[in-house]
């Protein structure tokens, strides 16, 4: 099976490759821009291109002619205009180019969680109203929308992947998890002050190593236009962890208690809990959260060369 990953010099994306050049029959190639960092994916085939430039990308796609795209590609944060452009215009060019080129390609998608925004307390089902309260989780529904538009309208075999919060080794600084762990590493011998915005809210979150596997459960099935399409799987732990518990967590790994530096206002104030109902992909595959969130922060503390108690 011939599978191309956008974004494949992301966080994500990076795990996803070397997942799956470790899966057999699977032959794995890389969609990434110019500006892209390629360290990661030195034994991976690349194709170069910008998922606005039409031309450009469905030629690049032709090229490797997949029989699947799993669509990591996109922004994260940015100007309003071009994280809808980026996300939503860049997602019907990858559709359209993948179908170009193999009128049989499958698409995974993967939105976000951020569709949610605050759903309550209870487990977030896929059924959930799409509430987002920020611009990149308006920018991941308009996502969504535009994929399955291409689904009901075309006959594209395309499905939707939802992760929720993640961590894992190599994390950017833009995540929670990564975000402490950077600030512990940085500070070496010296008591370590963690800068943070609050406390008191919970996120679900899970390891990115099971969210890729994730992906590719989904994305591998031999029913996928059967099971899979025009659907949303969640990739979440099924757990909310409050950001006090994660430091808690921290700080039995490092054996150092750690200072919090609050700021005295939140200009956002942060979506208050949120948690995954992972019922409808486990039920249908069987895939289950491998790694313990513990395991997953020691596992970041130890690349970061940050000493542990294990």
Request: aromatic share 6%.
């Amino acid at each position: 099976m011939r599978v191309l990953v956008t974004g494949a010099a992301g966080f994500t994306g990076a795990y996803l490759v070397k997942y799956l050049r470790n899966q057999n029959g699977v032959e794995v190639s890389g969609l990434i821009r110019k500006s892209s960092q390629k360290n990661l994916l030195r034994d991976t085939p690349c194709i170069v291109a910008d998922l606005l430039d039409r031309e450009k990308l469905a030629a690049a796609v032709r090229d490797v002619c997949p029989d699947t795209v799993i669509h990591l590609g996109g922004m994260t944060r940015g100007d309003y205009g071009e994280l809808l452009r980026a996300n939503v215009i860049g997602t019907k060019n990858i559709l359209d180019a993948g179908t170009a080129a193999n009128p049989d390609c499958r698409f995974l998608v993967v939105s976000s969680s951020a569709v949610y925004g605050y759903a309550g307390e209870a487990p977030i089902a896929e059924s959930a109203p799409l509430q987002p309260l920020s611009e990149y989780g308006i920018s991941k529904v308009a996502q969504e929308a535009q994929a399955l538009m291409h689904y009901k309208r075309e006959g594209t075999a395309v499905s939707l992947a939802r992760p929720f919060n993640l961590a894992g080794p190599g994390q950017p600084e833009s995540f929670i998890c990564g975000k402490l762990v950077h600030q512990l590493a940085a500070a070496g011998k010296k008591q370590p002050v963690l800068d943070l915005w609050e406390t008191s809210s919970s996120r679900d979150l899970i390891d990115v190593r099971d969210v890729v596997r994730g992906c590719w459960v989904l994305a591998s099935r031999p029913d996928f236009a059967e099971q899979c399409s025009g659907k949303a799987f969640n990739l979440g732990s099924g757990n909310a962890y409050p950001v006090s518990s994660i430091i808690t967590m921290l700080e039995e790994i490092t054996q150092r208690q750690l200072t919090i530096h609050l700021p005295e206002k939140i200009a956002v104030p942060p979506i208050p809990s949120q948690k995954s109902d992972n019922t409808r992909i486990t039920s249908l595959t069987g895939w289950r959260p491998e790694f313990p969130l513990k395991q997953t922060l020691r596992d970041m503390l130890e690349a970061a060369g940050v000493k542990t108690n294990g």
